[in-house]
C-alpha cells in the first residue's frame, strides 16, 4: 500500500478532523474497506482541516481531506467529493435538533420554535459564508434572520415570547456548519425573548450533557449514521425533534485539479 501516485503526492497523509466525529470514524472505515494499509488519518479540528486546504489550494498542492455539505469550502474554493463506490461514507442525511427531557415542559416557547426549526442546505451555506469572509458569528446569524424574516416568521408565528431573561443552553460542536445553525438558533430565541446561551463541546459531552439536562438543546444530530454512537447510547435518555436539515454528505475531498477521482485510486 501507500505506492501509487496520489499517496505519494500526499505523503500517504488525509487531512481529518476532530477524532470524536462521525466523519472521522467514517474515513478510518474507509481505510478499511479500500484497504489503504500504510496511509494515516490525521486528527485535528475543522478548523485545522480548512487551514491546511487553503495553504496547499493558494500554492496548488496535493492534498486529502475529510469533508462534509454543507460546508463554504465547496463555494470558496474549487473541489471535489472522491468517489466513495463502496460505501464507506453512507448516504445522503438529515441533521437533527435534540432537547433534553422535560425542555417543553419547562420552557414551552423555545420547545415550540426548535421543533419546528427547518432549513435548507443553501440557508446555512449563507450564514457559513458570512462567517468565512471574516463576520463573527454572531453577527452573520443575526444578519441571516434579519434577512429573512419570512422564514423566521413561520418559525415563531403564534409562539408566546419567554419571560425576560429566561435562559435557555444550547450545547454545540465548533463545526463550521454547527457554529452557524447553532448562532443562527440562538438569534431566534433572543427574538423570542430569552437569554441563550452557547455551550462549545466536543461531541460526547454535547450527547451527555442534553441527557444528562446540563444542556436544554442541541441542532447537531447527523443521522442516521455519522452520529449514530451517540444516537444509539442516548436516544432513550433525550427528546429527538425530527429533522432541521435534509441532503447532507460526507467524504474524502480533493481539489478538482488533482487528477484522481475515486477513493479506489489511493491504493
Ligand atoms: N461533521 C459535521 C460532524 C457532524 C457535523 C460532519 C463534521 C461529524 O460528526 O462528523
Redesign the pocket.
Same mark, same amino acid.
Given at each position: 500500500g501507500g505506492s501509487s501516485g496520489v499517496a505519494q503526492s500526499v505523503n500517504s497523509r488525509i487531512i481529518g #478532523?476532530d477524532p470524536g466525529? @462521525? $466523519?472521522?470514524k467514517a474515513a478510518a472505515q474507509a481505510i478499511k474497506d479500500y484497504d489503504l494499509a500504510g496511509w494515516t488519518l490525521v486528527e485535528g479540528s @475543522?478548523t485545522a482541516m480548512t487551514a491546511a486546504l487553503d495553504k496547499a489550494y493558494r500554492s496548488k498542492e496535493p492534498i486529502i481531506v475529510t469533508g *462534509?455539505t454543507p460546508h463554504w469550502m465547496f463555494i470558496k474554493y474549487d473541489l471535489k467529493y472522491l468517489d466513495d463506490p463502496r460505501g464507506s461514507f453512507g448516504g445522503s442525511e438529515e441533521i437533527h435538533t435534540i432537547a433534553r427531557k422535560g425542555l417543553q415542559a419547562d420552557l414551552p416557547s423555545a420547545y415550540a420554535f426548535l421543533d419546528r426549526f427547518a432549513w435548507q442546505a443553501s440557508d446555512m451555506e449563507e450564514v457559513m459564508n458570512k462567517i468565512a469572509d471574516g463576520a463573527q458569528p454572531k453577527d452573520a446569524a443575526d444578519a441571516w434572520v434579519q434577512e429573512h424574516a419570512d422564514l423566521v416568521a413561520k418559525w415563531t408565528e403564534g409562539i408566546a415570547p419567554a419571560p425576560k431573561g429566561q435562559k435557555i443552553k444550547l450545547a454545540f460542536v465548533a *463545526?463550521d +456548519?454547527?457554529i452557524a445553525s447553532t448562532n443562527v438558533v440562538r438569534s431566534v430565541l433572543a427574538k423570542l425573548g430569552y437569554s441563550p446561551e452557547m455551550l462549545q463541546v466536543e #461531541?460526547g459531552p454535547m450527547w451527555a450533557g442534553i441527557a444528562g439536562g446540563d444542556a436544554d438543546a442541541m441542532v447537531?444530530a447527523?443521522l442516521p449514521t455519522? +452520529?449514530k454512537d451517540y444516537y444509539d447510547k442516548y436516544k432513550g435518555q433525550v427528546d429527538d425533534l425530527g429533522a432541521n436539515l435534509s441532503g447532507t454528505k $460526507?467524504g474524502l475531498v480533493v481539489p478538482s485539479y488533482m487528477d484522481v477521482q475515486s477513493i479506489e485510486d489511493l491504493k
Open positions: #478532523i466525529s @462521525g $466523519l472521522m @475543522g *462534509w *463545526w +456548519s454547527e #461531541i447537531a447527523w455519522t +452520529s $460526507l
